[in-house]
């Protein structure tokens, strides 16, 4: 049974980092893609970036791409995404999305990390 | 910046048919998107409901159903139940190794 679990809620400051985990069971890591979403209070979802599990391979939304480093360890099977130079309005519920390749969807999700920022 | 547009909100009576639609600021919704749809309950992370335009994900009943109508794509719900009362979100694949998600769609039974 696949399963994603995040690491805990974070309260952080403005101008630091928050690094939050993502560690997979169920299957074999280097099989699938693993992409980072956020979701603001009382806002949709915002596709973030995407890791290549296999290679290491990232890309990552236009707003988010000299701020975010997402990584793998596969001797763990988890996934990690830091998000850099926080500001308030990066609080956010952050998701760890398993991707499927061939279908392009995300068909397991993670339970979410809450991120708080405070100025 | 490409755009993802969804109906922000719905309203369906228990028992009835609805069909939320999700379409491109600029240009036509095609399979070449593979649209997939998520439902998101309050507190809850989303769960995969459609992939690649019209397959139902693992568990997911037959009263959901995906498709293309015009130029975009859609999510139907038949025989709505009010614990279908919730988010709708649909994303798209813009290549590249991007995806987008729509708005989304508050989903009122009633």
């Known amino acids: 049974q696949v399963h994603l679990v995040q690491s805990g809620a974070e309260v952080q400051k403005t101008g630091a980092s928050v690094k939050v985990s993502c560690k997979a069971s169920?299957?074999?890591?280097?099989?699938?893609?693993m992409n980072w979403v956020r979701q603001a209070p009382g806002q949709g979802l915002e596709w973030m970036g995407w890791i290549a599990t296999y290679n290491d391979q990232t890309n990552s939304a236009p707003q988010f791409q000299d701020r975010v480093t997402m990584t793998t360890d596969e001797s763990t099977n988890t996934v990690y995404m830091e998000l850099r130079s926080l500001r308030p309005n990066d609080t956010a519920v952050y998701y760890c999305?398993?991707?499927?390749?061939?279908?392009?969807?995300?068909?397991?999700w993670g339970q979410g990390t809450l991120v708080a920022v405070s100025s | 910046q490409t755009v993802v547009t969804q109906e922000p909100s719905f309203s369906v009576s228990p028992g009835g048919t609805v069909t939320l639609t999700c379409g491109l600021s600029s240009g036509s919704v095609s399979t070449d998107y593979h649209p997939s749809w998520y439902q998101q309950t309050p507190g809850q992370p989303p769960r995969a409901l459609i992939y690649s335009t019209d397959t139902r994900s693992s568990g997911v009943p037959d009263r959901f159903s995906g498709s293309i109508l015009g130029n975009k794509a859609a999510l139907t719900i038949t025989g709505a139940q009010a614990d279908d009362e919730c988010d709708y979100y649909c994303?798209?694949?813009?290549?590249?190794?991007?995806?987008?998600f729509g708005g989304g769609t508050k989903l009122t039974v009633l």
């Open positions: 169920g299957y074999s890591l280097s099989r699938y893609d």
């Open positions: 999305a398993r991707g499927r390749a061939v279908d392009y969807d995300f068909d397991y």
């Open positions: 994303m798209l694949y813009m290549g590249g190794a991007t995806w987008v």
